[in-house]
């Protein structure tokens, strides 16, 4: 019931393409959070959501908490380079404590 | 401010020699702070938490320990580290519930 499925694992797109993942869990829950992870560095906060239907951009990236509370998606519009890296979806449990997804490896070639 | 300072950036050690990582917060007080394992660049995977000094909770039984011996110092410790201890290791932080976690730059484990 912890458990959260992201998909796709990898993508490789070509520079200007609008990129989708999302997360899915059997659980419902109160909070989404995305990350990237650049490579060699740790995961950094993206956007976070707190309810349900909350649709919320930062820049070229919108993420939105599903109306069942049960999945999220991530949208990065005309990638770019720079966008490379892996990308997880987390939830938060108890004690403050993060679970997150397998991540998705995206590759974007100029 | 906050930040979070991990170190080493990298380590290679040979299989049952003793490891110890530190993490350190500064600018908050009272931070949640939490070592979690990477391998292979893919799943995160969380090994210790703590909500204050001397407060330890493992998730995984490994061949790892966690102390907390001051506010905002976070250490990782092994006696013998092994081979399946070679990994992406990272700290993090956060306030409390609500506000996602800061993560350090990670320490890259080898155990040679």
């Known amino acids: 019931g912890q458990q959260l499925n992201q998909s796709p694992q990898s993508m490789f797109i070509q520079e200007g393409e609008d990129v989708s993942m999302n997360c899915t869990s059997s659980?419902?829950?109160?909070?989404w959070l995305w990350y990237k992870q650049d490579p060699g560095e740790g995961p950094v906060l993206l956007i976070a959501?707190?309810?349900?239907?909350e649709l919320t951009s930062n820049g070229r990236l919108t993420a939105q908490f599903g109306i069942t509370r049960k999945d999220s998606f991530l949208n990065i519009s005309a990638s770019i380079p720079s966008d490379v890296g892996i990308y997880f979806c987390?939830?938060?449990?108890?004690?403050?404590?993060?679970?997150f997804g397998e991540g998705t490896q995206l590759t974007v070639n100029p | 401010s906050q930040t979070i300072h991990q170190w080493p950036a990298t380590l290679v050690q040979p299989v049952g020699s003793p490891l110890s990582l530190e993490c350190t917060v500064e600018?908050?007080?009272?931070?949640?702070l939490y070592w979690y394992r990477q391998a292979a660049g893919r799943g995160l995977q969380l090994l210790f938490y703590?909500?204050?000094?001397?407060?330890i909770s493992s998730e995984v039984p490994q061949n790892l320990s966690a102390s907390r011996p001051q506010d905002r110092q976070f250490i990782l410790s092994s006696k013998k580290l092994l081979l399946s201890d070679s990994g992406f290791y990272l700290c993090?932080?956060?306030?409390?519930?609500?506000?996602?976690?800061?993560f350090g730059s990670g320490t890259r484990l080898t155990v040679v």
């Open positions: 993090a932080w956060n306030p409390g519930q609500g506000y996602g976690y800061t």
């Open positions: 600018g908050t007080s009272n931070p949640n």
């Open positions: 987390a939830r938060e449990t108890s004690g403050s404590r993060l679970t």
């Open positions: 703590s909500v204050g000094i001397g407060q």
């Open positions: 959501l707190y309810k349900a239907g």
């Open positions: 659980s419902i829950f109160n909070t």
